[in-house]
């Protein structure tokens, strides 16, 4: 056995301790950081090979881990952009040169120029919906994935394209004259009016007539606010229901079902489909229920976001546009994953390569909006840790003196 592998023994488990008392102090420093993954230092030993009258000391070696699928507890918050994944998965998140991360740290908030951005001023990703559905994902990359911008959400108008009409037309009401026009101003049984909206977000008042022309038989006009007819008298505004007990009042089944307007609006016009196909003839008075798309240009008021990651923006005026849905991503090994300063985390060949996706598919979890995932560091585990490397410490330092104070035992030997 070697004196000076004694001492040597001595300062590889002062090395050791010294790295866990680092990842301690490192969590201790940390325990109040949002969405933050403890550390943990664990210890192997390293054997050299002996023989039978002596024996060799090795050393110990240490490996640094994080428990990054670990969760944090959930800190609630007054504020809609602050977010928490409930399950598998991080947020998806961009630097200022592109590249991007994982992270866990959901405390998001609108920038000067409308981006979202967390504390460390990574930009949150997702992808554009505002022109219907999420697009192709790439399932092993960040394709398609835009920076969120809520400023992107104000001031923007659509033209109203459809409307769906649920409506019930009373059966005991009185049969009409039916002149040219059986349905108008003129001559009709009720009245009701639905707003639309044209290119630049103005809006149009339609008027809508109802006239009973025959039994179960009704004729529909549309009129703009000229009180000009926009729809041509004849079938296609002619509507039948089928009273059997088959049909229970809907609409018959050879019954037209839908209209199709070109909507004048000063110099253009827009095309609207008035979807009436749940309309029925039952025993109550008139009722007109409609749904409009499009809106007209307004502020936004305030930004809320659902489970499935869908952030919509509620404008002044009370129009909700869903404009963005937030991505969420995952690898095969979570818990090697790279940290990086911001804690942020980048892939690696342990951890896998990412996967890309919503909230609520391929095994992701949800997001919780108004809260914020607290890091999992037990502060009084923390503390025991670092009594218990403060020990381990100053038991090496002693073995590596008693192995200097052999030493010059020996070196005095020949004095």
């Given at each position: ?365 949800t997001i919780q909006s108004g809260a914020l995932e607290d890091s999992n560091v037990d502060l009084a585990d923390e503390l025991t840790s670092m009594i218990e490397a403060q020990r381990g410490f100053t038991a090496n330092s002693k073995s590596f003196q008693t192995g200097a104070d052999l030493l010059d035992v020996v070196v005095n030997l020949k004095r």
């Amino acid at each position: 056995m070697s004196l000076y592998g004694v001492m040597r023994t001595g300062v590889s488990g002062m090395n050791a301790q010294s790295n866990k008392l680092s990842t301690v102090s490192d969590n201790i420093a940390n325990v109040n950081t949002t969405g933050y993954k403890r550390a943990s230092t664990e210890f192997s030993s390293l054997i050299l090979k002996s023989g039978s009258g002596n024996y060799d000391s090795g050393a110990v070696e240490t490996t640094v881990r994080y428990a990054i699928t670990d969760p944090g507890n959930l800190q609630f918050t007054t504020s809609t952009t602050d977010l928490a994944v409930q399950g598998n998965g991080f947020f998806v998140v961009q630097d200022a040169n592109g590249s991007n991360f994982l992270t866990r740290a959901g405390a998001f908030v609108p920038d000067s120029t409308g981006n979202l951005v967390n504390m460390a001023g990574f930009q949150l990703m997702g992808y554009n919906i505002q022109n219907g559905a999420v697009p192709n994902t790439s399932a092993n990359g960040f394709g398609n994935l835009q920076v969120i911008n809520v400023n992107q959400m104000a001031l923007q108008a659509s033209a109203s394209t459809k409307a769906t009409v649920a409506a019930n037309l009373d059966p005991s009401a009185a049969i009409v004259a039916a002149p040219a026009t059986p349905a108008g101003p003129g001559n009709y049984t009720s009245k009701t009016s639905m707003v639309t909206y044209d290119n630049i977000g103005n809006p149009i008042t339609l008027d809508v007539y109802a006239a009973k022309t025959a039994a179960d038989t009704w004729d529909i006009e549309v009129y703009d606010p000229t009180g000009a007819m926009i729809t041509t008298p004849g079938p296609a505004t002619t509507f039948t229901f089928d009273v059997t007990a088959a049909g229970k009042g809907a609409l018959a089944a050879a019954s037209t079902k839908t209209m199709s307007l070109t909507v004048p609006s000063g110099t253009t016009s827009f095309p609207l489909t008035i979807d009436l196909s749940a309309m029925t003839q039952v025993a109550s008075s008139f009722d007109f229920k409609a749904t409009v798309d499009g809106n007209a240009p307004s502020a936004v008021e305030k930004v809320n976001i659902d489970s499935k990651g869908v952030v919509t923006a509620v404008l002044k005026n009370g129009t909700q546009l869903p404009s963005f849905q937030i991505a969420l991503a995952t690898v095969p090994s979570p818990d090697h994953l790279t940290p990086e300063v911001g804690n942020v985390y980048s892939t690696n060949l342990e951890s896998g390569t990412v996967q890309v996706d919503v909230a609520g598919k391929s095994g992701l979890g949800t997001i919780q909006s108004g809260a914020l995932e607290d890091s999992n560091v037990d502060l009084a585990d923390e503390l025991t840790s670092m009594i218990e490397a403060q020990r381990g410490f100053t038991a090496n330092s002693k073995s590596f003196q008693t192995g200097a104070d052999l030493l010059d035992v020996v070196v005095n030997l020949k004095r």
